[in-house]
């Protein structure tokens, strides 16, 4: 019996430490973090010199799709912190006054409603910025057909939030 209890201790550490093998998955995604940061950069360079000549129309999209990137940016943040400490360790420094308010407090639900969420805003500033093409001269045009899939597909992310928002309520009711 006891041979049995240490072949299933051994087997239970290793299924414990195979969780160890989600952090390159972390670190992989800081080096998408950083590609974020250059693409960011790149994109205000460009338009940066042509301030002088842009429209506002044109400032707009520079600034939604600006505001795009931090967004995709701040989600792979959360995933990044919130996902290390749910799934593979605690986080064992003190960041003191710049720790983030969320960090260890987001759970694997809350992880799953700011990522949803996420998903529709960038979704949301996506079909924006498509819409505000149209008529733009310098813009190809769009046929109807595009436009109504890209609004099919951003309700559909905006469906999925709201009933995976109704499913966690549904949870915590019964929970109570």
């Known amino acids: 019996m006891e041979k049995k209890q240490h072949v ?5 550490r290793g299924l414990f430490a195979s969780r160890w093998l989600l952090a390159p998955m972390y670190a992989g995604l800081v080096i998408a973090l950083l590609m974020l940061v250059v693409i960011f950069f790149r994109e205000l360079a460009y338009y940066v010199p042509q301030m002088m000549t842009l429209s506002a129309e044109s400032v707009i999209l ?15 943040l959360i995933v990044m912190f919130s996902g290390y400490e ?26 799953k409603m700011k990522l949803i969420a996420s998903i529709v805003a960038i979704s949301g500033i996506h079909l924006l910025k498509r819409f505000m093409e149209i008529g733009d001269p ?10 109504l899939w890209l ?6 992310f905006v469906l999925s ?9 549904l949870q ?3 929970a109570k």
Do not use: Y
């Open 8 to 12: 299933e201790d051994l087997f239970e």
């Open 62 to 76: 520079v600034a939604l799709t600006l505001i795009d990137l931090t967004l995709a940016a701040n989600l792979l």
């Open 86 to 111: 749910s799934f593979v360790s605690k986080f064992d420094f003190d960041a003191g006054a710049d720790r983030p308010g969320w960090m260890g407090k987001v759970d694997f639900g809350g992880l």
């Open 138 to 147: 310098a813009t190809p045009a769009m046929d109807d057909r595009t436009l």
């Open 151 to 156: 609004t099919v597909i951003h309700m559909t």
């Open 161 to 169: 939030g709201v009933l995976l928002a109704l499913m966690d309520w």
């Open 172 to 174: 915590a009711r019964s």
